[in-house]
Every structure is written in structure tokens, then in C-alpha cells.
């Protein structure tokens, strides 16, 4: 089955890859010496709190300089990387590079936190917990100032296994977010299964704000929801000034987008939003 989906996977590659005469089998040759090359790098997009403009905390985001190729975005690799199991050294290197950035923000914020993506493949490995405490150790950074973020997709077929594993970070005291929530298969009953202690409404919503109804009362309904759960709430993709004013006005805490501050390779956490 997998040597028929990377056949498929090879047909439908895009046509910018195939012009770049770099074969996909090449790209994975290329991909498993990224990490030991330095080839990954982060960058960091501002969560900013709405009400003062604060900026506490940020995701990280990986980046791949590719020797030919330039800077490729996680859409160009990362389904690469979870074909070939890849993702596991990459998800690991993001988690130890972000926690040893964030403990360099807590000098201009003490309550400085970073999130970073988990792949499905890494929920599923009983080593995310020693990869996880690892790293914060090794940064000196507490649990509490880093941020799990998986997606509803990752969850869903989450096994008990799975989910006694999030109750241990939880423990920890890591925090653990739902990513683009509202684009996956989400019922409430997950919602009390998962110790979630975030939910990140999906950018599609707040694209249509102001032009769809339906838009704006799921975003209304996320908000209310995550206060009646207790869970902080962010905004994804909050591009411009009218969006901006809609999710303030709905009330949610904190947003995310390209108007707060793109993802750069310097953080912001500590300054107000530009
Ligand atoms: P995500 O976790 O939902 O991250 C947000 C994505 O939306 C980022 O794309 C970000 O650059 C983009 N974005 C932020 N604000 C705006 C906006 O205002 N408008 C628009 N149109 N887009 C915005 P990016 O960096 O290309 O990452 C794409 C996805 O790749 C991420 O979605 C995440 O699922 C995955 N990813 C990124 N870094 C990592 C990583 O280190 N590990 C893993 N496992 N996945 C990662
Ligand atoms: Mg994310
Ligand atoms: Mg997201
Ligand atoms: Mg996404």
C-alpha cells in the first residue's frame, strides 16, 4: 500500500518540482541529511493578546534551505517526511530548537510560551514524553511555556494509548493545543476526551468573516465554547483590519495573521504587535 501511494504521489507531484529536475526520490535523499546538514531552520509568527497587543507567545514554523532549491515550506516536505518516517527527527529538532528559543524571550517576558506542530506520526510514538522533557530541560525552560499543537486529524483516531499520553504531558504541565479546529471531524465528546487546554479556529473562518454569516457565528460559537470549557482560544489567519475588528468584537482573546506579523526567523514575543 505505501509503495502504491508514493507511486501516486510521484504522477500528482507539482509542476515546480518537476521542472526543477530534482526527483522525489532525490528530495528524500536530500531531506535525510537536512537536520544533520543545518539545512532546517524556524521561524516564529506572533500570538498577539487583542486587547493590549501584547505579544507573549509565537509558533514556530520549519523552514527548509534547500541547497538548490531555496527555502521550501512545510507543504513542499513535510509530506514527504511523514511518508518516510522522516518527520520524527524533524519534529524532534523543531521541539528542541523552540525550546531553546523561547528560553532566550523570558528576559523581555517572563510568561513567554512557544507552540510547535506535532505530526500524527509523533503522537503515535510512546518517545514524544522523552523527546518533550528533553528538550525542556535541556533549554531550562518550563513545561508550562511550551505549547503541543496537533490537529483534529491527528486526534481523531486517537487510541487510548494516544490519549494517556496527552494526559501525561498535561501533567507535565505542557500545554496542548487544537490546531484548525473546525475543519476536522470534531464532535463534543472528543472535546472531553482530550485534555486540550487550547483551540486555534481555522483560518478558513476568519477569511470569511464579514462576507459569510456562517463564518462569523462559528467563530462566535468556537469563542463561547472555549470559555465554557476553560480553554484559551486563538484566531488563525487574521489578515486584515476588518478581521481584526470582527474577532475582537466576538471576543476572542487572541489572534494570529499576516496583520499581526508574518513568521520571521526573529521573534517578537515581548513587543506589541506591529
Ligand atoms: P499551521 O500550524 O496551521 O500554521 C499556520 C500556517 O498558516 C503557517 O503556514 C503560517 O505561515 C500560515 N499563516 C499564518 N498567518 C496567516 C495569514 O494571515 N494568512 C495566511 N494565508 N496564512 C497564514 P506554514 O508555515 O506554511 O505551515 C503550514 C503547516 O505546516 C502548519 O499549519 C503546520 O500544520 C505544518 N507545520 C509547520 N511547521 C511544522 C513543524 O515544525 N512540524 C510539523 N509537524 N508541522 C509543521
Ligand atoms: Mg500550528
Ligand atoms: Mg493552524
Ligand atoms: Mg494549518
Not at 109 to 117: M, S
Request: contains cysteine; hydrophobic residues 45%.
Amino acid at each position: 500500500a505505501a509503495k502504491a501511494a508514493g507511486k501516486s504521489a510521484y504522477r500528482t507531484c507539482t509542476p515546480a518540482l518537476r521542472e526543477s529536475a530534482v526527483s522525489r526520490a532525490e528530495l528524500i535523499a536530500d531531506l535525510r541529511r537536512a537536520v544533520g546538514e543545518g539545512q532546517l531552520h524556524l521561524e516564529f509568527q506572533p500570538i498577539v493578546d487583542l486587547a493590549t497587543g501584547a505579544v507573549r507567545s509565537a509558533e514556530a514554523l520549519v523552514r527548509w534551505r534547500h541547497p538548490r532549491l531555496g527555502v521550501l515550506s512545510p507543504a513542499r516536505f513535510l509530506p514527504l517526511a511523514e511518508e518516510t518516517g522522516l518527520i520524527v527527527p524533524i519534529d524532534r529538532w523543531v521541539i528542541h530548537e523552540a525550546c531553546r528559543a523561547a528560553a532566550t524571550w523570558r528576559d523581555r517576558a517572563p510568561e513567554a510560551t512557544v507552540a510547535v506542530n506535532i505530526s500524527a506520526a509523533h503522537l503515535h510514538r510512546p518517545d514524544l514524553i522523552a523527546t518533550v522533557t528533553a528538550a525542556t530541560s535541556a533549554a531550562g525552560l518550563a513545561p508550562r511555556a511550551l505549547t503541543l499543537e496537533l490537529t483534529e486529524s491527528a486526534l481523531i483516531d486517537g487510541t487510548d494509548a494516544v490519549l494517556e499520553r496527552l494526559s501525561q504531558l498535561r501533567d507535565l504541565g505542557i500545554r496542548i493545543a487544537i490546531d484548525d479546529f473546525g475543519t476536522g471531524y470534531s464532535s463534543l465528546s472528543y472535546l472531553h476526551r482530550i485534555p486540550a487546554t487550547e483551540l486555534k479556529i481555522d483560518r478558513s473562518f476568519v477569511a470569511r468573516l464579514g462576507s459569510d454569516d456562517r463564518a462569523h457565528a462559528t467563530v462566535e460559537m468556537v469563542t463561547r465554547l472555549a470559555g465554557a470549557f476553560d480553554l484559551a482560544v486563538v484566531a488563525e489567519g487574521v489578515e486584515t483590519e476588518r478581521q481584526h475588528e470582527a474577532v475582537t468584537a466576538i471576543g476572542c482573546p487572541r489572534g494570529q495573521g499576516y496583520l499581526y506579523g508574518r513568521p520571521d526567523a526573529a521573534a517578537t514575543v515581548g513587543q506589541n504587535r506591529a
